[in-house]
Nanobody
Framework: QVQLVESGGGLVQPGGSLRLSCAVS????????MAWYRQVPLKAREMVARITTGAIRYYVDSVKGRFTISRDAAKSSVDLQMNNLKTEDTGVYFC?????????????WGKGTQVTVSS
């Protein structure tokens, strides 16, 4: 059974920090590049950070120097540390593989976790 369960979102003021965590099925986690994606209304879901099984990281330009993605093999989890948050970081954050998990030829997504950056 596929497990992608995000947590850690919330309301934070600009300049604040949050740490997101994602619990992942063991079989998926062991063999997959993992990523955090962000979705805002009326826009396509965007990958903001990814990490390979060998811990090679990639970040979209808008979060470089502020976000850090990590993976914990013992916990089969992927975290996203977000510092110096900006209002434009607001959105629903999802974790998934790269490319996304397919079930019956359709992408599978968890429920995500809402991040709101506002004063």
């Amino acid at each position: 059974q596929v497990q992608l369960v995000e947590s850690g979102g919330g309301l934070v003021q600009p300049g604040g920090s949050l740490r997101l965590s994602c619990a992942v099925s063991d079989d998926i986690f062991r063999t997959s590049t993992m990523a955090w994606y962000r979705q805002v209304p009326l826009k396509a879901r965007e990958m903001v950070a990814r990490i390979t099984t060998g811990a090679i990281r990639y970040y979209v330009d808008s979060v470089k120097g502020r976000f850090t993605i990590s993976r914990d093999a013992a916990k089969s989890s992927v975290d996203l540390q977000m510092n110096n948050l900006k209002t434009e970081d607001t959105g629903v954050y999802f974790c998934n593989t790269v490319p996304a998990v397919l079930i019956a030829s359709r992408e599978y997504w968890g429920k995500g976790t809402q991040v709101t950056v506002s004063s």
